[in-house]
């Protein structure tokens, strides 16, 4: 390996460089975004982009939807290949929901106009979750 790729066993980096570097995000200014608007916290702290993290460090991001969860096992500072990403931390994330139990969004063919008072009941009878029947109620 070349010494930039290889990973480091000690010293400390910043979050969001880290987190581009082991390929949580697909860029670092996604990172360093991430880290400003309070979806990284290093060991149940908010974290800035340019805090430092060590080994042995709790991260979790949300990101694109999903919550990841991973302790830092080695510190890399360059961005690394995905075998090599996956050294570098112990992914604890839950496994991400099942395609089925995504929300299915009602799609209408393009050019049909706005929908009629009749259509949009339909839509919200199918979005609506069902509730269980109540007599007393009017």
Known sequence: MVSGEA???EGSVRVDAWIWAVRLTKTRSQAAAACRAGHVRVNGERAKPAQAL?????VRLRHAGRDRIVVVSKIVKKRVGPPVAAECFVDNSPPPPPREAAIQVPVRDRGTGRP???DRREMERL???RAPHDPAAP
């Not at 060590?54 to 709790?58: F, I």
């Open 127 to 129: 979005q609506a979750p």
């Open 7 to 9: 990973p480091q066993a």
């Open 54 to 58: 060590r080994a042995g460090d709790e």
């Open 116 to 118: 009629t008072k009749r």
